[in-house]
């Protein structure tokens, strides 16, 4: 199994970036996907998640609708597109699956999910 995360990289504040998590080696369908990230000196922390049927998403409160995540199934991806990024969105961000009977489940917990992709880095300036 893989997750692989892409699309990090520096930007300006304000400015956006589309992070992907690409999946391998397992049945996405039944999979719901989430976003962490983990900026230095602190604790890695959920950003988004989405559901294995797509039908429902999940967002940190701190988003305030910056952030939109989505899947393609039919391509085992999921993606995050990041809008109007601040400096406090600094972070290695990771995307982790986790795997659920539940159409509508979304884990908050790192702890909950199976599998984890190797991390993005997002830096952003002021």
């Known amino acids: 199994v893989q997750l692989q995360a892409s699309g990090g990289g520096l930007v300006q504040a304000g400015g956006s970036l589309r992070l992907s998590c690409a999946t391998s080696?397992?049945?996405?369908?039944?999979?719901?996907i989430g976003w962490f990230r983990q900026a230095p000196g602190k604790e890695r922390e959920f950003v988004a998640g989405?559901?294995?049927?797509?039908?429902?998403?999940r967002n940190a409160d701190f988003l305030e609708g910056r952030f939109t995540i989505s899947r393609e199934n039919a391509k085992s991806t999921v993606s995050l597109q990041m809008n109007s990024l601040k400096p406090e969105d600094t972070a290695v961000y990771y995307c982790?699956?986790?795997?659920?009977?539940?159409?509508?489940?979304?884990?908050?917990?790192?702890?909950?999910?199976?599998?984890w992709g190797q991390g993005t880095e997002v830096t952003v300036s002021s």
């Open positions: 080696g397992l049945t996405f369908s039944i999979y719901a």
């Open positions: 982790a699956g986790e795997r659920t009977f539940d159409d509508d489940k979304i884990a908050r917990r790192d702890y909950e999910y199976n599998y």
């Open positions: 989405i559901s294995r049927s797509g039908g429902r998403v």
